[in-house]
Structure formats: structure tokens, C-alpha cells
């Protein structure tokens, strides 16, 4: 019982309040929230549904073009405005529907940009006894996070 009691110190995604104290926009503040959860890995790919979903916009703009204009723009450019953090994204498609979100980010005085940001990261023994679950061994937990980068 005492390793998932120690766990919890360690498995939560923490980030500076002042980071997203002049955030507007509540879907940011989520934003920021869900690529900080990946941050020593700086990409995160998450589906359209589940965004829909984390930011509660199920029966909200169905249309990707209004989700895109009314959610995703204004809340990437506050990140980039008022975070640490440049976030850049593109789109996965299967066939002609767009189904996945690909955002690349890093630290602003990072000397690489977003735009160039190597496409195969590896995932470090650090990032990868961060980000493994409990009791997984770290073949799983290596195979498991590669398949969401």
C-alpha cells in the first residue's frame, strides 16, 4: 500500500499558477494543463474526441473548422502569450477526417523552435520511471508512452 501512497506526490501534473493567471480562456488553462502532463516529453497527440470531451464541447461545434477557429486558436495563442512554453500543433488525418491533434511545445528560451522539434524523440529511463504506472514494468511503460508520442 505504501508505494501507491508515495505515488501520489509524484504523479500529478504541476505547473506555476502565475503561468495561467492572465488566461482568459478556461479551455487554456486546460490546454496548458494537458501538455504539461507530457512536458519532459514536449509532444503530445490526443484525438479529437477525447479533447471534445476534456473540454465538456461534445454537442459544441461539431464542425472541426468552428472548433478550430472558437477553441483551439485562442487558447494556443494565450499559452504562447502569457506561459513559459511555445506550443505549435498539426492535424492527423485518417482518410479525409481529420481524427487526431499532434502539439509540439517547448520552453520559450529554448533555442530549438517548435516547428523543428525532431519528430522521433526517445524517451529517457527519467521521463520513462516518471510517466509509468504503477506496477508496470518498463517494457510496457516504454512501449505504451512511444505509442502516444
Keep these: 500500500m505504501l508505494p501507491y501512497l508515495t505515488e501520489l506526490t509524484k504523479q500529478f501534473t504541476k505547473y506555476a499558477l502565475v503561468d ?3 488566461m482568459d480562456s478556461t479551455h487554456a488553462i486546460r490546454m ?5 502532463q ?3 516529453v514536449g509532444r503530445r497527440e490526443i484525438s479529437i474526441d477525447e479533447l471534445r470531451e476534456w473540454f465538456q464541447l461534445q454537442d459544441k461545434y461539431p464542425s472541426i473548422k468552428d472548433f478550430k477557429l472558437r477553441v483551439l486558436d485562442p487558447a494556443i495563442a ?3 502569450e502569457h506561459s513559459p512554453i511555445m506550443v505549435g500543433w498539426t492535424q492527423k488525418k485518417t482518410g479525409r ?3 487526431h491533434l499532434i502539439f509540439d511545445f517547448a520552453p520559450k528560451n529554448s533555442a530549438k523552435k517548435v516547428a523543428k522539434m525532431n ?3 526517445k524517451l ?3 521521463e520513462v520511471a516518471k510517466l509509468a504506472r504503477p506496477g508496470e514494468t518498463w517494457e510496457q511503460a516504454r512501449v ?3 505509442q502516444r508520442i
Design 20 to 22: 495561467v493567471a492572465k
Design 124 to 126: 529517457l529511463d527519467a
Design 97 to 99: 477526417k481529420i481524427t
Design 38 to 40: 507530457w512536458e519532459s
Design 119 to 121: 519528430s522521433k524523440n
Design 144 to 146: 505504451r508512452l512511444n
Design 78 to 80: 494565450q499559452i504562447n
Design 32 to 36: 496548458y494543463e494537458l501538455i504539461m
